[in-house]
């Protein structure tokens, strides 16, 4: 399998701009998380999906920020309009749900945007 | 509220010296337990958990963990360190109340150098 797959690893973006930052989970995961993480705030969970449904959005820090899971296999995570303190890495994660609550999540390699 | 305390900034160790990075958690239930290393611009990587049973878990990469009920402790432990072990470590806790979606609560992180 190849992962939970982030696109793009890179993005340098003018403050104002739309952001729109992607996730494919691994195949057969049912829970997919959006997390955030800045030198200044460590690891933050932004919102997280259960069976494409968002469960807890209660991370997401404005409206500007939104996220949709149209299928099983693709999450977005937007920001609209982008300003200089949403630069950060942001990382998708999935895991599967067994009804036990036990499996651990597995991240992807992060999208490092930056908003000057 | 549920918690997870990685009471070290930063722990520095030299090669071939056992390491300890240290959490302690506070949650309502039994506590799921885990750990995650994270390398320069990488994603984070699942170590080891605990869910039950026997206390001493064995994890990747030589990684082991002791679970510590009276003491709410789930040290990282490792008898002999390499200085590919140097990067940052996280510990988490599963959020009960969130059932079996397997929202996580993560520490701050620990920052391991290891010295040649």
């Known amino acids: 399998d190849a992962g939970v797959i982030q696109s793009p690893r890179h993005e340098v973006t003018e403050m104002g701009q739309e952001v729109t930052l992607r996730c494919k989970p691994i195949s057969g995961h049912n829970s997919l998380f959006w997390y955030r993480q800045t030198m200044m705030r460590g690891l933050e969970l932004l919102i997280y999906?259960?069976?494409?449904?968002?469960?807890?959005d209660s991370g997401m820090p404005e409206d500007r920020f939104s996220a949709k899971m149209p299928n099983a296999s693709f999450s977005t995570l937007k920001i609209q309009p982008s300003e200089p303190r949403d630069s950060a890495v942001y990382f998708c994660?999935?895991?599967?749900?067994?009804?036990?609550?036990?499996?651990?999540?597995?991240f992807g390699p992060g999208t490092r945007l930056t908003v000057l | 509220a549920q918690s997870v305390a990685q009471p070290e900034d930063q722990v520095n160790v030299a090669e071939g010296n056992p390491l300890t990075v240290k959490c302690t958690y506070s949650v309502s239930g039994n506590p799921y337990l885990f750990w995650y290393v994270q390398y320069p611009n990488r994603g984070l990587q699942f170590l080891l958990k605990?869910?039950?049973?026997?206390?001493l878990v064995k994890g990747s990469y030589g990684f082991e963990a002791e679970f510590n009920k009276s003491q709410t402790s789930f040290h990282l432990k490792k008898p002999s360190a390499l200085v590919s072990d140097s990067a940052l470590y996280f510990c988490?806790?599963?959020?009960?109340?969130?059932?079996?979606?397997?929202?996580?609560?993560f520490g701050q992180g620990t920052t391991l150098q290891v010295k040649p």
């Open positions: 988490a806790v599963r959020d009960h109340g969130s059932g079996n979606t397997g929202k996580l609560i």
């Open positions: 605990y869910i039950t049973g026997d206390n």
């Open positions: 999906f259960n069976n494409n449904v968002p469960i807890d």
């Open positions: 994660a999935s895991r599967s749900v067994d009804g036990t609550g036990y499996n651990e999540q597995f």
